[in-house]
Nanobody, 116 residues
Framework: QVQLVESGGGLVQPGGSLRLSCAAS????????MGWYRQAPGKQREVVAT???????NYADSVKDRFTISRDNAKNTVYLQMNNLKPEDTAVYYC??????????WGQGTQVTVSS
C-alpha cells in the first residue's frame, strides 16, 4: 500500500539546505513522471519540481534557481536538493509519481520548516 516513502525533511535556518529523498517500491509499476509537491497551511498543494524517466525537469518559478531535482532510475528514487531555503518554503512536501494509464501515487509527506 505504501509505494512512495519520503525522507529528509526537518528544521533548517534560512539560507540553509536540505535534501529530500523519495523511494518508490518495485511493485509500483511503470513510472512516467516523478516529482515533488508541497502544501503550506491554508494553501493549495502546488508543484515544486518534476522529472521524467528520460531526465527532463521542470521547476516552479519560486524555486528554479535554488532547488534541483534528480533521479536514480536504478533505485527508483527521486531527490530534491534544496539550497538557500526561505521561510516561505515551509510546507509539507509530498512525493508524486505518475504511472501508466493516468494513475497517480502520493507519499505520506515530510515536513520542511525554515525558521530562525
Amino acid at each position: 500500500q505504501v509505494q512512495l516513502v519520503e525522507s529528509g525533511g526537518g528544521l533548517v535556518q534560512p539560507g540553509g539546505s536540505l535534501r529530500l529523498s523519495c523511494a518508490a517500491s518495485r511493485s509500483i509499476g511503470t513510472i512516467i513522471v516523478m516529482g515533488w509537491y508541497r502544501q503550506a497551511p491554508g494553501k493549495q498543494r502546488e508543484v515544486v519540481a518534476t522529472v521524467t524517466s528520460g531526465g527532463s525537469t521542470n521547476y516552479a518559478d519560486s524555486v528554479k534557481d535554488r532547488f534541483t531535482i534528480s533521479r536514480d532510475n536504478a533505485k527508483n528514487t527521486v531527490y530534491l536538493q534544496m539550497n538557500n531555503l526561505k521561510p516561505e518554503d515551509t510546507a509539507v512536501y509530498y512525493c508524486y509519481a505518475r504511472l501508466l494509464y493516468n494513475n497517480d501515487r502520493w507519499g505520506q509527506g515530510t515536513q520542511v520548516t525554515v525558521s530562525s
